[in-house]
């Protein structure tokens, strides 16, 4: 007796394993997962870079800053945000995932050492040294979202 086939089910075969693997590799290396990467780095760094209002007290009652000070990390942290050429020149070679992976791993980096400091899990870096840390977390929203 033949056995009946419930409507809207799909035998396990081998063909549809494959299937899925193949969909599988095509949403890792298509082009929606760079714009979701792109988008979920934009996102970070823009909310940190947006929220500096919120953590500059921090910064002044743990690093001992004053206002002048404060003034100068958020001049670098609007010259971070806005400079992006280097971003731009690198996307031109390379495929979207590098630059994506550059812009992540400049916002870690640079978010990371400023919450090391303020949190003192390191010792107290120069104004100098803050400063580029906080240009370097802000660059990265500067990466360009991949073209479709």
Request: charged fraction near 10%; proline fraction near 5%; include cysteine.
């Given at each position: 007796?033949?056995?009946?086939?419930?409507?809207?089910?799909?035998?396990?075969?081998?063909?549809?394993?494959?299937?899925?693997?193949?969909?599988?590799?095509?949403?890792?290396?298509?082009?929606?997962?760079?714009?979701?990467?792109?988008?979920?780095?934009?996102?970070?760094?823009a909310?940190?870079?947006?929220?500096?209002?919120?953590?500059?007290n921090?910064?002044?009652?743990?690093?001992?800053?004053?206002?002048?000070?404060?003034?100068?990390?958020?001049?670098?942290?609007?010259?971070?945000?806005?400079?992006?050429?280097?971003f731009?020149?690198?996307?031109?070679?390379?495929?979207?995932?590098?630059?994506?992976?550059?812009?992540?791993?400049?916002?870690?980096?640079?978010?990371?050492?400023?919450?090391?400091?303020?949190?003192?899990?390191?010792?107290?870096?120069?104004?100098?040294?803050?400063?580029?840390?906080?240009?370097?977390?802000?660059?990265?929203?500067?990466?360009?979202?991949?073209?479709?």
């Open positions: 007796m033949e056995e009946m086939a419930v409507a809207g089910t799909v035998p396990s075969t081998d063909s549809n394993r494959t299937g899925m693997k193949s969909l599988a590799v095509q949403i890792l290396t298509g082009r929606w997962l760079m714009v979701f990467a792109a988008i979920l780095v934009m996102f970070v760094a909310s940190a870079t947006s929220m500096f209002g919120l953590y500059s921090a910064l002044k009652s743990s690093l001992g800053y004053d206002q002048t000070t404060l003034n100068l990390l958020g001049f670098f942290k609007d010259l971070g945000a806005n400079v992006g050429v280097i731009g020149l690198i996307n031109e070679v390379t495929p979207p995932w590098v630059v994506l992976s550059m812009g992540a791993a400049m916002s870690l980096f640079g978010y990371l050492v400023i919450w090391l400091a303020v949190s003192g899990k390191i010792a107290k870096p120069h104004v100098w040294q803050m400063c580029l840390y906080i240009c370097i977390g802000s660059n990265s929203q500067a990466s360009p979202p991949p073209e479709l």
